[in-house]
């Protein structure tokens, strides 16, 4: 077998290395650009009371809205119904961590863990007590989508619908019957959630944690260390934290966050965070503050749905963005809604014409499908430049020897079309700041200006 798969791996290897005599490969090139390169706001740009009172209210939705209001709306929540189950149940498609397709018994098993007759049978409110991830299906197993396929397997794993930052209000909806998964409604999405990763929040404990004031770490690395516990927690860029003003120390806050008790009840913590790592109420959308936030975002590895704690395309822009109390949906298409939308006709000079004169640097995302893109200036070429946290960048060959072949030896990361092309990825893997013509003069490779289709300015003008 191993011989057999060495031959293979040859085979492969001769037809792609196939070229002219004299004929050189070139590498390719990705060009990042650094902090500087960024087209900052010369002032202080004012976000509007309105908009982070609406911030505020989004995120305490599920506490401030009644039970049953929010089940009577279930169905327009983003996120999959419980009965998505049943739909999962009879589905072959999905693959596991092995790259094979996910047995009958085993979804059975998932299934047969949640009594549906019982919906909705807890009824309470919570709170995220530690980082936790929001699942389509009450499983840490993932589901893949076809490995052979470019851009699918992992890390996209189907099942991760987003991550949720600790101090995350939720309303616990319905728990399975081993007593280990919550289905729950928070701000962004609906979803299966550990119970071990949150906690029942009840009205004293809620009247303890509500406050005038309310900060957001400009890192992931603002570390909550109570003297009265062992539990500490790295905050993250995008958390909500209850904060009150230290008299005796004037260059420190008071901030909240939360345990559990043995009865899973949520109890409250403190700990004492220097007022230079938390965007406070006078917090400015400028220049300064924005370097500071781009500076501890570039560079993080990808996370799809939040995956390690990392972030997607989506949730990295809307972490950047609720830093200044500005409300974004978590999906990608959904944050094309918000604000002023402009649609692209073809031709790539147009684009970057529309992109250039409507287009505000840090309040404008970019919009391909499936990925979407923060506008942050022009280069010193006059190409508009793009943050984003980005899987990577298309790639189309057209060796029909390598096509025919696939078709007995799939290869991960590499598929034919229906036309008989054949795509993959260039892997970049991290959130970058580039060109929208990145990738640009590589052969084969598609640069995100080709794809992309709409763009919206965040505040309307």
């Known amino acids: 077998m191993r011989i057999a798969s060495m031959l293979v791996f040859f085979f492969i290897s001769s037809i792609i290395g196939c070229k002219n005599e004299g004929e050189k490969e070139l590498p390719f090139q990705i060009k990042t650009f650094t902090l500087n390169d960024l087209d900052y706001p010369m002032d202080t740009i004012e976000i ?37 189950l049943k739909e999962y149940l009879i589905d072959d498609g999905w693959y596991g961590e092995n790259k094979k397709p996910h047995k009958k ?19 309470k409110k919570g709170i995220v007590i530690a980082h936790t991830n929001l699942r389509r299906v009450p499983t840490h197993r993932p589901g893949f989508d076809t490995y052979s396929k470019a851009g699918e397997g992992y890390p996209f794993d189907y099942f991760q619908e987003t991550g949720l930052w600790a101090n995350t209000p939720l309303l616990l909806v319905h728990t399975t019957d081993d007593k280990q998964w919550c289905y729950v409604i928070s701000p962004y999405y609906k979803g299966w959630v550990a119970l071990r990763d949150v906690a029942i929040a009840n009205e004293d404990f809620i009247t303890k944690w509500s406050t005038e004031n309310y900060g957001m770490p400009l890192s992931d690395k603002v570390n909550l260390q109570s003297p009265v516990s062992n539990y500490a927690l790295n905050a993250k860029m995008g958390m909500v934290l ?30 004492e965070v220097e007022k230079s790592e938390i965007a406070l109420g006078n917090f400015k959308f400028s220049g300064n503050t924005l370097k500071h936030l781009v500076s501890n975002l570039i560079g993080r590895p990808y996370g799809w749905g939040g995956h390690l704690e990392n972030r997607d395309c989506s949730s990295m822009i809307r972490d950047l963005l609720g830093t200044y109390k500005l409300w974004l949906p978590r999906d990608s298409g959904d944050q094309m809604a918000i604000g002023r939308r402009y649609d692209f006709l073809d031709g790539t000079e147009e684009k970057i014409k529309l992109i250039k004169e409507k287009g505000i640097p840090f309040l404008t995302i970019l919009r391909k499908k499936g990925h979407n893109m923060l506008y942050v200036g022009n280069s010193p070429r006059g190409e508009p430049l793009i943050l984003h946290a980005i899987w990577g960048l298309k790639t189309s060959y057209a060796d029909t020897q390598l096509a025919d072949l696939l078709d007995t030896y799939p290869i991960e990361g590499i598929h034919k079309d229906e036309n008989g092309t054949l795509y993959g990825r260039h892997i970049i893997g991290e959130a970058v700041i580039t060109t929208v013509t990145v990738g640009e003069g590589n052969r084969d490779i598609t ?10 300015t965040i505040l309307k003008d």
């Open 48 to 84: 509007p009371k309105s908009r982070q009172k609406e911030f505020m209210m989004n995120f305490f939705l599920p506490w401030n809205q009644s039970a049953q209001v929010l089940l009577d709306s279930l169905e327009t929540l983003p996120g999959k119904d419980p009965s998505y």
């Open 105 to 123: 018994w085993q979804r059975q098993e998932i299934v047969d863990n949640v009594d549906f007759t019982s919906f909705p049978n807890f009824l």
């Open 242 to 271: 209850p904060y009150e003003e230290m008299i005796t120390k004037p260059n420190k806050v008071l901030v909240n966050y939360v345990s559990a008790d043995e009865n899973q009840n949520a109890h409250l913590l403190t700990a």
């Open 447 to 456: 640069s995100p200006l080709d794809e992309i289709y709409a763009m919206t």
